[in-house]
Structures are given as structure tokens and as C-alpha cells.
């Protein structure tokens, strides 16, 4: 069959040729070609080039196989793809590295049958591999083909790489054949893989067919390539690559059905963003991360983390403030309705107001509000921002220790927020809201940053009209805010931060001033919260004193509001249940519904029954307190046992204590050795809480006394002070909290140090003074003689006996 003669066309002519038996192969690495078709190749295999030089030399003929790897160095039959095309070498270039330069032109299939020899190159045994073509499948294979050059003609068209004469070559070739081949040479986007397939296929219809399947693949990936195109060049004229790329993606999800709802969303955030009244770098920010949102698949984490953040800038009261107008008579009368008594407080708020009426510009001090629990520090900052019509936002501060809780956590973070000063104005929804810190000395500080220095921040005025939250990282403006902070001590409030704010003390209430509160304004909150109508309910002042008496032991009024809802509660079931008619609550109904009260001044004779217990004060950071100091003697040996959690300052003084009593023994019929063959063992109850300071000095001399002489201590009376070795009596703090704690507790004779006389007389209204005697004392001894009763048996302890002889004494009636 070898001696038959072909023809095959060329651009120049035609070429005659006779498929050998055996003809010189060489192997191709990735690339097939085609019969009828031209082609480059570059040959640099030393036995390839000999194997070119010898066939050049020749016939010139020879066969391309694909390798099946084109990695392969020697392949061997089974390396190489059973058809491949008799070659007939049309051009040949040496180059200077002794590589070649071929163009070659496929005739026709060939099959491999047997490899002849590998040296020194390849020759095998070939034959013919002629097309098959059935007549019953001519008229599929015409139909097919008229596809195939439509489908053609498109994709050249629509193919940035395909040159427009293609199409006019594919015109002029008849025979569905070598069409087929042609376009399959042609295709340069298609894989060498399918390439051989296309020649492996000596069956016509089945080229054909799919050819034409490729063919439409790859005419819809170019028909969205350059749909992508055309949006592309609509929207930017030329674009940078990044640009046009997010742009193809975009397209992309827009085919896939995913990008309208979102363009939608977009546009819907960035109407928002410019109805925000941002600032400009703020909103060129807002819109800078809208833009990078845009390109996201709604699908993507990054997504809601953008989306998020762009809500927050979004949410934030830019421009959004409440007119100001500072009426003082206003002002006033809304602090007097919602607050009794608390006048010091109340005057000095209204001048701090009167000052930023004058001086709007000028920033004032930040207000804070210091003392017990309940004294109506949080509800006095609140009255202000009504009074002012502002809008108001309390944080608490508490326990804070992680700067980023007022800072907020850097984007980066998964669930980032901002900090609580950016939550506050967006729950204030107002950028010039009153912003309560509560619990200012709360303030807590360890390896997760100090948040006090974040707060320092947020008040300085010179610094706070661009406060900057982690989590936003754009500036916003806290110079309208006014912060009002409160605080139970100053001591604790890191001092930077103390430097900056004007404390206002609120002292805890008397029981007069409680017995105010809770008429004017708790029983009637207490009958709304309940649900009741002023007109069920009614409690006589008789029933509210023995609440704040019997029921609470407190500084300020909130555990006297608790028991009060509770009186309310119980009324309200009644009503519900069926009984009718008004309530009126008299002290009985108070028993009846509280059950039985604990009167402290019992407590108090209770404890001090029998030597060795002495009442002393003590101020806390919740207000004054009474504390009782426990001594008892024992067998043992030149032993001081002190137990109460007390702190190194009160156990020196309770050394002092023993020491001076033991210098001054025989004075109270103590044998002065006693402390040879005794343990001395001081408590301080409470355990649990830990104390300190050296205000106990006289309480613990005065327990000691009792305990050694075996004389009890008056339990009517309470006393606090310090003491020196020498016996004198030093001045204390807290004068105040303390003689109101002691009033409290039902007692009605207090110790103190003389030079504390002027607290008494400065800080204490005649109302508070009223029902108390206070004895001031320069010495040890005078505490003794006022507070010791003479030795009786334990039992028959007379009631309220006087003391011996009453010392220096200033009634303050
Ligand atoms: N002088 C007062 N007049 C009226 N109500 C008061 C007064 N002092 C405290 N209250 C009320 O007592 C409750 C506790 O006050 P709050 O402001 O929470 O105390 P603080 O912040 O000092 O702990 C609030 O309901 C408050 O309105
Ligand atoms: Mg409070």
C-alpha cells in the first residue's frame, strides 16, 4: 500500500507523496500535528538532530508521534500515541548551539506498527491510517460541518488570539475532513490532549462531532469573556488591573445569579453613609471599605466583618445632638423634683452649669459624684441631662480591666467591637448626650493594658475632639460629651485621672433624711412599679421609720426602696387575690409582711454583755459602719494573737495598745505582770473582710481594758481614734460616715478625738446632731472612764448605768 500515491495540498501548490514502510520518527513533547497543516518546531535532541539532518539528506520524509509524557527523555513504543502524521520537512535552520529550526507540513495518519530500531534514532514500521467516512452518515456529517464553520467563524471572531483569516482559509477547504483538522490545528486554546484525540479519531462524523462540541464550549467562554469585556468598558474607560479584574468577578457572580441583591445592598449603604453627616476622611473611609465590600462575594467571612463595620460608622450620631439651653430655674426645679434634701450637691451643680452657660467654649472640670452606695450619685448625674434636655448613657465601669473594653479591638480581631465609649453614643444616638462613668474607682488594671490611660483620653479636653476607637480607627469627636463620673472613694481613682475631675462629695442620709426620701419620692416609684394607683396605698412615716430602723442598715436608700417594693409586691397580690379597699401600711402591717425586724440596738447589748467587747467605727468605702473589737485573756505565755484579716497599720496599733495598757495595769486593778503567764488574743469580726488604719487604737485599748479588769463596756456608746504609746488621741477620717453609722446602729454616745471637733461642727447639720451626745477626748484614760462600767457579775448588769464621773463634756443639742 506504501507504493500509492497522495496528494496533499499546499499553500504553494501540491505535494505528491508514498507512505513508506519505515520512516525516521520523531517524537513530539507537546504539541500534534495535523495533516495538510504547517507548523514550527524546534529540535535540540542530539539524536533528533541527527535524525533531521539524515531524513533531510533522504527523503525528507518523516513521522511525528505525541508523546504520552512530555517529559520523557528515550521514549519507547509504548511512550508515544499509536497515530501520528507523515511529516514531509519543509524548512530547515541550524542554529549557532547546533540546535534546529523546522517547519514541517503534516501529509498524512499514520499508525505506528513497530519500532525498528532506537539507534541512532528512532525508525519504526508505519502504515497508512486513512479516515473513515460511512455513506449513511453523510448527511449528519454535512449537517455537523455547517455548524462547525458557523460556530468557527465566531469564536475567530470573538477571539482576541485567532487571526480573521482563518476564516476565510477554513472557507476554501471542501471535505469535512480535513475542515476538521484544520480547525483542530487552528484551535489554539485547546489542550494537546484533545488535539490528539481529534487525530486519533479516524472516523469522520465522530471528529466532527466533536469538534463541533469543543467548538461550542469554547465559543460560550469567549461570548462571557467578552460580555465581562464590554461591562468592563462601560464603567471604566481604562482601568487599572486590579480594577478590571474585581470587575470580571463581578460580572462573574452577576451570571451566576449572585451579585444583584448585593449591587442592591451597596447602594443602599452608600445612601446611608452620605445621609450620616460624616466627617469627610471619615466618610472617604466609609466609602473606601463600601467600595472594597462591593467586590466580595456576600458569601465571604471578610464580608460581614466589612459590612459590620461599615453599620457602625454608619450608626454613629455624627451630627446627630440635642439643642442646648441652659435654664438654671429649670434646671433647678427638675434636681429638686427628682431628688429631697442633697443641697450641697444640688448648688454646686447649678453652678457648674451657670459656668457653662457663661462659657460654653470654656470645658468645664469633670463632675464626680463620691460616696456610699445608694446616696443618689447615678440618679443626680441622670437629672442633669434631663435638666439640660440632653440625652443620657451610663457605663459601668467596674472591674474593667482590659483597655480595649473603652478602646474597642482592632478590626483584625474576629468579632472586634468598638470599646464602650463609641457603644454609648450610639445608644445615645446623640453626640453631645450626658455620659455617666459609674464606679470610676472600680477600675481595674492588669497585662491587658491599663484602661484608666484610655480613659484619660476620652476626658482630656485637649485631646478627645479627636478620640480615636481601635475598632473604627477614624477619629471621633467626644468634645460635646459630658462626662459625669461617680465613684464610692477618691483614693482608689488612679490619680491622673482624679487630677482631672471635681470631686463632689454625697454624703450618706440621716434617718430623717431617709424617712424624706422615701415619702417624696420611693413609696410612690414603689406603687407605680407595682402596678398599684397612688390611691390603694398609703404608708404612714411611723411604718417608714421602722423600715429604715428595723429592716436596713445602709448609707444611702436602696436596700429602703427594696423593702419597700417588697411591701408593695405583697400588697399587690391582696388586690389581686380579691381584697379590696385602701392599704394602709402602719408599722404592724411592716412587721407583718417583713416579719419580725432586726433592731441593731439590741445586737449591740447583746454583744457587749460581757467584758472584753467594745464598740468601735469605722468608715468603708459603703458608707460608715459600727465594729465591735473582741479581746479575751488566756493561760499561756507573753502572747499577742490577733486574728479579723486586719491590716500591718491596725496591728501595730492593737502592739500599741497592749503596750499602754500594760504601762498603766495597775491604774484598773490589774496586776501589771499579767502578761507573763497570758495569751491576749484581739478579733475583729468580720473575718472575712479585711480592715486596716489606726482609727480602732481606742477600741482596742478599751476591749482590752475590759477584758483584764472584767469591767463591761457601755454598749450605748461608740468611739473611734487613734493612739500614741503615750496614751494621746489622735485625730481620725471619715468623721461623718461614722457618727452617721453610729446613729444608724441606735447609738447615742460617741468618742472622739478632740481635734475632730470640727468635722462635727463643719460637716453635720444641727438635724444629724440632734439625739447624740459627743464626748471629745485628749486621752486614753478619758475613753476608759466614759466607756467602762464598774466590775458587776456577768447578769446582773444594770440598764444604761451612767458612767462614774462624767469628764469634760460638750452636749450638742
Ligand atoms: N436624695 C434623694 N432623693 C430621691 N431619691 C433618691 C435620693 N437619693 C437616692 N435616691 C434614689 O435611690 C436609688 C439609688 O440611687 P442611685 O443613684 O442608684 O445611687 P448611687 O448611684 O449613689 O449608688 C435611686 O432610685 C434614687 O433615685
Ligand atoms: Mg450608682
Not at 133 to 143: K, L
Not at 158 to 180: C, F, H, Q
Not at 295 to 316: C, N
Not at 520 to 547: C, K, M, Y
Amino acid at each position: 500500500m506504501s507504493d500509492t500515491t497522495n496528494r496533499v495540498q499546499t499553500g504553494v501548490g501540491e505535494r505528491s507523496y508514498t507512505v513508506p514502510a519505515e520512516v525516521p520518527i520523531l517524537p513530539l513533547r507537546d504539541t500534534v500535528l495535523f495533516p495538510n497543516s504547517f507548523m514550527p518546531l524546534a529540535v535540540a535532541r542530539e539524536s533528533s538532530v541527527r535524525l533531521i539532518d539524515e531524513a533531510i539528506a533522504g527523503g525528507k520524509l518523516i513521522g511525528v508521534f505525541t508523546q504520552k509524557d512530555p517529559t520523557q527523555e528515550e521514549p519507547a513504543q509504548d511512550d508515544l500515541h499509536p497515530i501520528g502524521t507523515l511529516t514531509h520537512i519543509h524548512k530547515m535552520f541550524k542554529l549557532p548551539d547546533g540546535s534546529l529550526r523546522l517547519i514541517v507540513q503534516g501529509l498524512a495518519r499514520i499508525r505506528l506498527v513497530r519500532i525498528a530500531d532506537t539507534r541512532p534514532y528512532l525508525r519504526a514500521e508505519v502504515v497508512e491510517a486513512p479516515e473513515v467516512t460511512r455513506d449513511s452518515d453523510t448527511v449528519e456529517i454535512d449537517a455537523l460541518q455547517r455548524n462547525v464553520r458557523a460556530n468557527f467563524q465566531q469564536v475567530v471572531q470573538l477571539s482576541p488570539v485567532l487571526s480573521e483569516d482563518l476564516t476565510a482559509l477554513a472557507a476554501n477547504i471542501t471535505g469535512a475532513g480535513r475542515l476538521a483538522d484544520f480547525i483542530a490545528s487552528s484551535l489554539s486554546t485547546i489542550g494537546t490532549n484533545v488535539k490528539q484525540e481529534l487525530l486519533s479519531m479516524l472516523d469522520v462524523r465522530q471528529r466532527m462531532a466533536e469538534l463541533n462540541r469543543i467548538l461550542t464550549k469554547e465559543l460560550e467562554v469567549l461570548e462571557l469573556g467578552s460580555k465581562i469585556q464590554s461591562q468592563v468598558q462601560s464603567e471604566v474607560g481604562k482601568s487599572q488591573r486590579d480594577y478590571f479584574l474585581r470587575e470580571q468577578m463581578k460580572a462573574i457572580q452577576k451570571e451566576l445569579g449572585e451579585g444583584d441583591d448585593q449591587a442592591k445592598e451597596t447602594e443602599e449603604l452608600r445612601q446611608k453613609i452620605d445621609a450620616a453627616g460624616m466627617p469627610e476622611d471619615v466618610k472617604k473611609e466609609a466609602l473606601r471599605e463600601l467600595d472594597r465590600l462591593s467586590k466580595m462575594p456576600a458569601a465571604a467571612a471578610e464580608y460581614t466583618v466589612a459590612r459590620t463595620y461599615i453599620d457602625w460608622l454608619i450608626a454613629l450620631p455624627w451630627n446627630k445632638r440635642t439643642e442646648e439651653a441652659i435654664d438654671l430655674a429649670r434646671a433647678k426645679s427638675v434636681l429638686d423634683a427628682d431628688h429631697s434634701g442633697l443641697e450641697r450637691a444640688k448648688d454646686r451643680i447649678l453652678e457648674y452649669l451657670a459656668v457653662r452657660k457663661l462659657k460654653p467654649d470654656v470645658k468645664g472640670p469633670i463632675l464626680c459624684f463620691v460616696g456610699p452606695p445608694g446616696v443618689g450619685k447615678t440618679s443626680l448625674a441622670k437629672s442633669i441631662a434631663t435638666s439640660l434636655g440632653r440625652k443620657v448613657v451610663r457605663v459601668s465601669l467596674g472591674g474593667m480591666r482590659d483597655e480595649a473594653e473603652i478602646r474597642g479591638h482592632r478590626r483584625t480581631y474576629i468579632g472586634a467591637l468598638p470599646g464602650q465609649i463609641i457603644q454609648g453614643l450610639r445608644r445615645a444616638e446623640s453626640r453631645n448626650p450626658v455620659f455617666i462613668l459609674d464606679e470610676i474607682d472600680k477600675l481595674g488594671t492588669d497585662f491587658r493594658g491599663d484602661p484608666a490611660s484610655a480613659l484619660l483620653e476620652v476626658l482630656d479636653p485637649e485631646q478627645n475632639n479627636s478620640f480615636r476607637d481601635h475598632y473604627l480607627d477614624v477619629p471621633f469627636d467626644l468634645s460635646e460629651v459630658l462626662f459625669i463620673t461617680t465613684a464610692n472613694v477618691v483614693d482608689t481613682i488612679p490619680g491622673p485621672l482624679r487630677d482631672r475631675m471635681e470631686v463632689l462629695e454625697v454624703p450618706g442620709y440621716t434617718e430623717e433624711e431617709k424617712l424624706r426620701i422615701a415619702r417624696d419620692h420611693l413609696v410612690a416609684r414603689q406603687i407605680a412599679n407595682h402596678g398599684l394607683a397612688a390611691a390603694d396605698v398609703t404608708f404612714d412615716d411611723e411604718a417608714l421609720s421602722a423600715i429604715i430602723r428595723g429592716y436596713t442598715r445602709e448609707a444611702g436608700v436602696r436596700n429602703l426602696e427594696r423593702e419597700i417594693g417588697a411591701i408593695c409586691r405583697k400588697i399587690a397580690r391582696r388586690l389581686a387575690e380579691g381584697q379590696t379597699g385602701p392599704a394602709v401600711v402602719s408599722r404592724a402591717v411592716v412587721e407583718d409582711l417583713l416579719g419580725a425586724p432586726r433592731h441593731l440596738d439590741e445586737e449591740m447589748k447583746d454583744r457587749t454583755k460581757d467584758p472584753g467587747v467594745a464598740i468601735g467605727l469605722a468608715w468603708t468605702p459603703v458608707g460608715g459602719d459600727v465594729l465591735f473589737v473582741e479581746a479575751s485573756r488566756m493561760a499561756g505565755g507573753s502572747q499577742l494573737t490577733l486574728t479579723g484579716q486586719l491590716g500591718d497599720v491596725m496591728k501595730e496599733s492593737a502592739r500599741i495598745a497592749l503596750s499602754w495598757f500594760r504601762a498603766h495595769a495597775t491604774r484598773f486593778g490589774v496586776d501589771p505582770q499579767f502578761y507573763k503567764d497570758s495569751e491576749i488574743h484581739l478579733h475583729v469580726p468580720a473575718g472575712a473582710i479585711p480592715k486596716d488604719g489606726p482609727s480602732a487604737g481606742v477600741t482596742m485599748v478599751t476591749a482590752l481594758a475590759s477584758a483584764l479588769s472584767s469591767r463591761p463596756v457601755r454598749s450605748d456608746v461608740a468611739m473611734t481614734g487613734e493612739i500614741t504609746l503615750s496614751g494621746r488621741v489622735l485625730p481620725v477620717g471619715g468623721i461623718k460616715e461614722k457618727v452617721l453609722a453610729a446613729k444608724r446602729a441606735g447609738i447615742t454616745t460617741v468618742i472622739l478625738p478632740r481635734q475632730n471637733a470640727k468635722n462635727i461642727r463643719e460637716d453635720l447639720t444641727e438635724e444629724l446632731r440632734r439625739g447624740l451626745t459627743v464626748y471629745y477626748v485628749d486621752e486614753m484614760d478619758e475613753v476608759l472612764k466614759l466607756a467602762l462600767l464598774p466590775a458587776v457579775p456577768a447578769g446582773r448588769l444594770a440598764e444604761n448605768p451612767k458612767p462614774e464621773e462624767p469628764p469634760r463634756r460638750l452636749s450638742l443639742a
